[in-house]
């Protein structure tokens, strides 16, 4: 059993940065695939971001390429999503996710979840 709690989502203006934090229970970190994903109001929950339990291996959707970063630090059971030249657009709900093995970009494939952090961009 894993358990995620996500942090740092809050009020920004468009072009600016926010960086979300997601913190994990358990001792076999490196075993999760990581992911982030949002979920905008009246919109299916998408993919953002995933990363490979040993961080060597990394995903994006094309809507956040070179704006978004994923990294990890086993560590401190921590991955975080680095978010750059944020639009409106990007206002969401902000998931976390994790499953044992590769990364994976679709929601079913991903067995715990956070209960989300809200970030909200304005223009």
């Known amino acids: 059993q894993v358990q995620l709690v996500e942090s740092g989502g809050g009020l920004v203006q468009a072009g600016g940065s926010l960086r979300l934090s997601c913190a994990a229970s358990?001792?076999?970190?490196?075993?999760?695939?990581m992911g982030w994903f949002r979920q905008a109001p009246g919109k299916e929950r998408e993919f953002v971001r995933a990363?490979?339990?040993?961080?060597?291996?990394?995903a994006y959707a094309d809507s956040v390429k070179g704006r978004f970063t994923i990294s990890r630090d086993n560590a401190k059971n921590t991955v975080y999503l680095q978010m750059n030249n944020l639009k409106p657009e990007d206002t969401a709900v902000y998931y976390c996710?994790?499953?044992?093995?590769?990364?994976?970009?679709?929601?079913?494939?991903?067995?715990?979840w956070g209960q989300g952090t809200q970030v909200t961009v304005s223009s």
């Open positions: 996710a994790a499953r044992v093995g590769a990364i994976a970009t679709v929601t079913h494939e991903y067995t715990y």
């Open positions: 358990g001792r076999t970190f490196t075993s999760y695939g």
């Open positions: 990363i490979s339990g040993s961080g060597g291996s990394t």
